[in-house]
Nanobody
Framework: QVQVVESGGGLVQSGGSLRLSCVAS????????MGWYRQGPGNQRNLVAL???????NYSDSVKGRFTISRDAAKKSAFLQMDNLKLEDTAVYYC?????????????????WGQGTQVTVSS
């Protein structure tokens, strides 16, 4: 059983900072690309940031220069440092991980999502 769990959301004033954490656990053979997505009220889920196994990163234009994604491969974790938060950053933030598990006779790679953590930015 594989789980992806986020933490670190909360209420913060505009201009403030929050740090989100995500950890994968269970019978994991390998963790590939990890990422953060967000979904605001009435909106679809959109990419915020990705980090690959070689530590290369991608960001949406709306968060470039304000958010930083990082990972700790040994701990199967990813983090999202969010600075200079804006009202429009309010959303539920989801962690995604591409995870390989070992099954009898094969390796299977699948997408796993966390349950989401609420980030609310107030004026």
């Amino acid at each position: 059983q594989v789980q992806v769990v986020e933490s670190g959301g909360g209420l913060v004033q505009s201009g403030g900072s929050l740090r989100l954490s995500c950890v994968a656990s269970g019978n994991i053979f390998a963790v590939g690309t990890m990422g953060w997505y967000r979904q605001g009220p009435g909106n679809q889920r959109n990419l915020v940031a990705l980090i690959h196994t070689n530590d290369l990163t991608n960001y949406s234009d709306s968060v470039k220069g304000r958010f930083t994604i990082s990972r700790d491969a040994a701990k199967k974790s990813a983090f999202l440092q969010m600075d200079n938060l804006k009202l429009e950053d309010t959303a539920v933030y989801y962690c995604h991980a591409r995870i390989t598990i070992k099954e009898p006779g094969r390796l299977r790679e699948s997408d796993y999502w966390g349950q989401g953590t609420q980030v609310t930015v107030s004026s």
